[in-house]
């Protein structure tokens, strides 16, 4: 099988060091202009920090949803009228410039271009253990470690720049699915128990990746 | 008494003439000898004394991190066909039960068992306080809490409550003392010293506190207990918003201060392991309180995301509090888990979900002590039995039935070494080592007491 560009990024990594995850961004996005990855970046820190608790409080931290709706693939003109109409993101008008916006969009419709697949690595297993993605995916997997000991990533299939997740964070892997079927795998190579796997089909039998459509804001005070 | 192997039908077990040991008092202590001026204050006798010495019940060589908690009969017109008080020994690792153990109070010519409605481990693990009683709440205007050895099981003593025995959990103060506190219904909070015999050595009367109060619970440094104000009678007290919590110091035993919330049953409190923030259950509004004790005052309200809610409980990360809805002051036939993120809590009044456990009548949730498992053991008190709840997976992973199909009521993990113990997790949250495991994963530094060592010995066993 072909594997597609990949990398493994940590999250609380990537808030230390300014500007480290423009790897994930290169390699996820190769068709974008280094300006677009530097939006992208810059969008990723002001959604996880904004006002103290970042857009992820109530968006998720990969914007899955939470309190608030899923907002992957959102534009800039949504974020726009939500902030104008949704109550409950008043206290971020005054925190958020017109450019600030700008780059958040640049995140979340980044986001939106990608499948996200969560697994948790818990006590060497990891759950769900196996994930299927259409061919020519892109996807953004998150692996979140929930233990109290790092770990160290093995993958067969799936480039892994990073191995060591830390403890009791997350990792976020980009890549795009090859097109041909196949399979890669994730293993944990340090955990207690070792015969947990994550496993990555690539099939055709699994749902091709619709991005959401922009959804509609309601009002609420 | 009766000790009842695992997966004995429930009619055996309901017929405590078969199954139960006649329990005969022995002169071991005088009700005299035992007496504190305290305790005479607050109402507490002893009632009976037994010779507690015996072959071990279980082995903890084998089982060295086990979860202690009820098996009774039930209440509210749920009844588990279990008549008898009793106690259940879970290993937390394997996750199966250990043993279990009834005590035939009818035998002393009570006519009925009113439910273990909790039960606590002292902090060395020598003793198990399970409290019981006659009628049901409030009828009888006293109950009894019955201490046990456990190591053998058997009964050591009995007290005589002025209400009905609630809840027992651990108390480790800044300090150094380590005491078990308990608290009824018309019982104001009492504090027992393992290590001397079990005598009252704290507590304050509703005179000292100046309104009825009804659950209590110790911070995690142990210097202070909160306890939330409510009227006995449940139809005035539906209408009572404006209502208090109550600062206790633990170390004199005095009221330091009272919280204002609008709530008509405040009935949980949760402390954040940094003892900045208290939070509060509201049974009636189904709301939470987050009461910042530095700042002393309420600065976020939230739904609780369940109707009725009761115990609420952090995970491991100090963020994410899970909200037991047992439908208090409601259906209270709750089977559902809420969750909320305390972070928003300033700025949103919204729960982030509801998760369902079909643990019906859930009442508490009790921590297990391994950060990797972050699982909270959660006590049903209908379904008859003990559901295991992953905070990370948010879901249901295990479902223990209680051995002979008894209601479970609270829980503490006990880690033993031999017969050496240490709880470590209790309704009250995590202790000892466990607290400064916590500590140490959130990066929380000098934020005072409760830590670990070696509890003094408690007694003979």
Redesign the interface.
Known sequence: MRSGLGSVVSVSAMLAIAGSALALAAAALPALADEQLDLVEQGRQIFETVAGVGCKACHGPFAEGKVGPTNRGVNEATIREALAKVGAMQFLREQLGDEDIKRIAAYTEWMGRHLLVKSLLKRGRFIPDAVSVYPGTPVQLVIENTGSEPATLAAEGVPVATPTLPARDTASIVWTAPEAEGKSTIACSDCKIKDGLLTIEVTKTARPYIPPPQPKVVAKP | MSRTPNRWPRWLVALPAVCAVFLSPVPSASADDWATPLATKLGLTLEKSFDSSGPDAWDPKKHPLVFVTTEGPGYGGLLSGVTLPGVAIIDAETREVVTSQHYDVLAWGWKNVFEDHGVGVSPDGKWIYLPTGEGTFGTMGFGRLLIINARTLKLDKVLHTNGNPHHVKVLNTPDGRHYVMSYGWGQPLFVLDPAQDNKVVGGLDFNDIGIDTYLYFASPDGQEIIAGGRFRDSAARKDTFGNIMVRISSKDWKVIGTVPVQEADPVWVAFSVDNRYAYFTGAVTSRVFKYDRKADKIVGVARAGVEGPYGAHFG??DKDLYVIGKGEESHNRGKVVGFI?T??ME??D????QFVTNCIRGDHGILHPD????ELWISCNSSFEVVIF?L??KQVTKRIPMPNGGSSHSGAFVKYDGWSGDVLSDQNGLHGSALK?KRE?LGIKDVGANEPGRPPTGGKM
């Open positions: 491991w990360n993120d972070s928003l700025k949103s919204r729960p982030v979900d950060p990797d498992a972050n992953d990370d997976q495991k994963l």
